[in-house]
């Protein structure tokens, strides 16, 4: 199974009601459903249920699930002549996972006018391999592939508070190609680990909410997330990030409010709860 397939949701009786069973490539290594597979998820279910591409989204997380829990997301949706609006919830066990809100148009943009230059970074090929964790296997990370195109390493994180800016260069499976809404989603996640620039200690953060804005669909191998911590104070912090082709197109913009967190001894983790908040 693909790493595509497994953020497309399974269809059920009713034309706008979508399931999906949490599997460990799903996961962070915490072992609960990554924040970024549950948007892209839902993004699909939107998709299809609407039959349009999603443009902009915005989504609040209130709760996460476990390996092997089944959620179910249901959509409800307005389609104009050249736009859709569109809500889901994405629920297990009558637990609200995460609310989307969204819009939809028939197909986005191959090229966009973009007034933001993409950060002058060798290319991913000339750049380190970046560990976010020390488990990697059978979670979301043995699908991705992290090179650190800008910003300190782990063992340069000596305390000293940063500037906040890190860029980093994703791969995700399937060879050049226009990333879906949904494998952006994915990649957008990754925007708490700059929180780690801007303290100068190992940290990373659980998602209060994720927005994504989907721009261009060029093709591309290798997606650069550029991240910028806007602000940050006690355990909460703001965060935005662009998204980038290999030729410096603009794929997406992203933004975060996230819970600022330490490291576990057994490595960093991406997620955590909420709820544990």
């Keep these: 199974m693909t790493f595509a397939t497994l953020l497309c949701p399974r269809a059920t009786e009713h034309p706008s009601r979508w399931e999906l069973d949490v599997v460990p ?42 390996i092997g829990t089944r959620v179910s997301i249901a959509v409800e949706h307005q389609a104009g002549r050249h736009t859709t ?20 148009v028939e197909a986005r943009p191959s090229r966009w006018h973009s007034l933001f230059q993409a950060p002058d970074v060798p290319p991913a090929v000339d750049c380190a391999m970046h560990a976010v964790a020390s488990k990697t296997t059978d979670t979301i990370l043995e699908f991705t592939e992290i090179r650190l195109a800008s910003g300190r390493t782990w063992p340069e994180l000596d305390g000293t508070p940063g500037s906040g800016s890190f860029a980093l260069w994703f791969r995700l499976p399937g060879g050049k190609r226009a990333y879906t809404a949904a494998e952006l989603a994915v990649v957008a996640d990754f925007l708490p680990l700059a929180t780690s620039q801007s303290l100068g200690r190992p940290a990373a953060g659980t998602s209060l909410d994720n927005t994504l804005r989907v721009c261009a669909g060029a093709p591309t191998e290798w997606v650069l997330l550029s991240c910028q911590i806007d602000g940050i104070a006690d355990r909460l912090a703001h965060g935005t990030a662009h998204l980038w082709a290999e030729d410096g197109t603009l794929l997406a913009l992203a933004s975060q409010s996230l819970i600022v967190r330490r490291p576990e001894v057994a490595g960093l983790n991406h997620e955590a709860r909420v709820q544990d908040a």
């Design 25 to 66: 490539k799903l996961t962070s290594p915490a072992g609960l459903l990554s924040g970024g597979a549950a948007l892209g998820i839902t993004l699909n279910a939107m998709a299809s249920s609407t039959g349009r591409t999603p443009v902009c989204a915005t989504a609040q997380y209130q709760n996460t699930a476990t």
């Design 85 to 104: 609006q569109a809500r889901a919830v994405l629920r297990s066990h009558e637990r609200t996972l995460l609310t989307v809100q969204a819009a939809l």
